[in-house]
């Protein structure tokens, strides 16, 4: 399956963006999606996922400010991030899992089959 993000851009904090991952090549509603992100000097690092059956789980840094969701019939997921802070700053990358291995099995990179390319999200103070 490819993944392809985009939706990133330059906002001020306090704003708000919603980055889009469009699939192709598989059968998305069997797919758990996850959101990644990493900043310069950083690791990569979870932000948030929903399950084939519609369950989100979330970091804690953007649990309450940041929504994810799906549209099986466009074959594509959301996150709508609002209250954006300067530490929002990455490059927000999307990917699909097979298997459900377990709620906690979505907040690693591992679990993941498929990456896309990241789009940049810039959050200006």
């Known amino acids: 399956v490819q993944l392809q993000a985009f939706g990133g851009g330059l906002v001020q904090a306090g704003g708000s963006l919603r980055l889009s991952c469009a699939a192709s090549?598989?059968?998305?509603?069997?797919?758990?999606m996850g959101w990644f992100r990493q900043s310069p000097g950083r690791e990569r690092e979870f932000v948030a996922a929903?399950?084939?059956?519609?369950?989100?789980y979330y970091a804690d840094s953007v649990e309450g400010r940041f929504t994810i969701s799906r549209d099986n019939a466009k074959n594509t997921v959301f996150l709508q991030m609002n209250s954006l802070k300067p530490e929002d700053t990455a490059v927000y990358s999307c990917?699909?899992?097979?298997?459900?291995?377990?709620?906690?099995?979505?907040?690693?990179?591992?679990?993941?089959?498929?990456w896309g390319q990241g789009t940049k999200v810039t959050v200006s103070s």
């Open positions: 090549g598989g059968a998305f509603s069997g797919y758990g």
């Open positions: 929903i399950t084939r059956g519609f369950s989100t």
């Open positions: 990917a699909a899992t097979r298997f459900d291995y377990g709620a906690y099995s979505y907040s690693r990179m591992r679990t993941y089959d498929y």
